[in-house]
């Protein structure tokens, strides 16, 4: 059964799934809150502020299906706005209710960043407790990923914290919570380092499916 | 550490690359998409196709080059030449360009950036500047926009660091200003006015026009004060490679991207 990427109109949907396809993902673009309940791994994309994100993810009834396919165990990948509706709140034009998956806070870049958006490429280094995770596997750490982003996440618990990087503040850009990961750049549009990551959750997800079916078989889910 | 960008940039006119000298005498220099690949294999932070083509037919021409580089290229792409409207900007981002660049059009309707922006996010517009120095010598500098670039450039009576500052109030989210006067003739960049235009808006400032080695992209980045730098024919004849002005940059302590 293919991966759903989540479609509710974010404007990196179509690079997201070109980058998939592109690392052999067997995906379905979708709306439907009834198949992305029943997929075996959910991608959501983003793009643009999180306030405009919850009120589609709302309408279209995809909201309150988010916190069951995360709470079964499902993989489940976030990129930039993708991460952050994850969060319990934003402070994005005003303090406003995200999905609360995560403990933590949406806020903005401080001002003594420099120029805010961060545009551009920077380093992300892996915290040594998740290190080994397989969705960061043969990604050298301290490699740089393409960022373009106004707002971070400020995640409360400092376990879930595998990647950081600098602009200001250092502030968490990769999350990985049991079968739950997230990161604050574009890994569609970061090159090698952006598709090995990609890569390595379409690998994950798929062990993770094979594992459901075939519950007495261990599979790797190195790649 | 942010780091600065270096962005080919390929002038595309019927599907295929080419290069003016000052706007004129184009030459042929390749296939987009196969340079695409090749310039992100090099170590290009991000690619730039401006569309110099005159007809609707070869704006179609164009949708499908930036089609076929989003599917094997996963590195920024920004589109420009030709948008007009908020439905151009529309087809090139499905295509899969990241970003779009608007100059003409935005002088006309300015607007054009303000329902960009809305639709799409600030992080999709850029607003390119052609810029000429206009202030006499001893004067203090002056700059202002034209449009139509190219034999016949027309004055718009515009302040270039005026329209930058309300370019990026209007919400554009890069601003690429190009030195008309520089543009061609690898002298290196016009470092005031980027340096003007740098100081003056918030959002990062992208050098363009006049690059002839990798010390004048140094100077952009460091006495200009860009956030990127933008490059043609020096890269497209293989006078130097993306690495080997990262190598020079990283020598002088600008951060860029590794391999």
């Known amino acids: 059964m293919p991966m759903a990427v989540i479609n509710y109109g974010a404007g990196n949907l179509p690079n997201v799934v070109r980058a998939l396809r592109h690392v052999g993902a067997d995906l379905v673009v979708t709306d439907d809150p009834a198949v992305i309940r029943a997929a075996p791994a959910v991608v959501l994309p983003g793009v643009g502020a999180t306030a405009d994100t919850m009120r589609s993810l709302r309408e279209l009834g995809i909201a309150e299906v988010l916190p069951e396919v995360v709470a079964a165990g499902r993989p489940f990948l976030g990129i930039c706005v993708g991460m952050q509706v994850l969060l319990s709140a934003s402070e994005e034009f005003g303090l406003h209710p995200c999905l609360d998956i995560v403990a933590g806070t949406v806020r903005r870049l401080p001002a003594s960043a420099g120029k805010v958006p961060q545009i551009g490429w920077n380093q992300v280094r892996f915290a040594p407790a998740h290190a080994g995770h397989p969705l960061l596997a043969d990604i050298p750490d301290g490699s740089d990923f393409y960022f373009v982003h106004s707002y971070f996440c400020d995640v409360a618990d400092p376990a879930l914290v595998a990647g950081t990087t600098t602009y200001g503040t250092p502030f968490p850009s990769v999350m990985i919570r049991d079968n739950l990961a997230a990161v604050q750049f574009h890994p569609e549009k970061s090159g090698k380092w952006g598709l090995r990551l990609l890569a390595n959750f379409v690998s994950y997800a798929m062990g993770h499916a094979g594992n459901r079916t075939h519950p007495h078989q261990h599979q790797s889910l190195q790649i | ?259």
Request: with cysteine; hydrophobic share 45%; proline share 5%.
């Open chain 2, 1 to 259: 550490m942010l780091t600065r960008r270096i962005i080919p940039c390929l002038d595309v006119k019927a599907g295929r690359v080419v290069k003016g000298v000052a706007f004129l005498n184009h030459r042929d220099a390749g296939d987009p998409v196969a340079l695409a690949a090749a310039y992100n294999e090099a170590g290009a932070d991000e690619l730039v196709f401006y569309d110099i083509t005159a007809s609707s037919d070869e704006r179609a021409i164009m949708v499908e080059v930036v089609e076929r580089t989003a599917e094997q290229v996963f590195i920024p792409l920004t589109v420009g030449g030709g948008i007009r409207s908020t439905d151009d900007m529309y087809r090139m981002l499905r295509a899969g360009a990241d970003k779009v660049s608007i100059n003409t059009a935005a002088v006309l309707n300015p607007r054009l950036i303000a329902e960009g922006a809305q639709r799409f996010g600030s992080q999709c517009i850029v607003l390119s500047i052609d810029a000429r120095r206009v202030s006499a010598p001893g004067e203090p500098p002056r700059w202002a926009v034209f449009t139509h670039t190219g034999a016949n450039p027309r004055p718009t009576g515009l302040d270039a660091i005026a329209w930058a500052r309300r370019g990026a109030e209007l919400g554009a989210g890069e601003i690429c200003i190009n030195s008309m006067d520089a543009d061609g003739q690898k002298t290196g960049y016009d470092l005031a006015l980027l340096r003007a235009v740098a100081e003056a808006v918030p959002v990062p400032v992208i050098a363009s026009g006049g690059v002839g080695n990798p010390e004048h992209m140094y100077q952009g980045l460091s006495e200009g004060l860009a956030d990127a730098v933008l490059a043609a024919s020096i890269f497209h004849f293989g006078e130097y490679s993306v690495a080997e002005v990262k190598q020079y940059l990283r020598e002088r302590g600008v951060p860029v991207r590794g391999a």
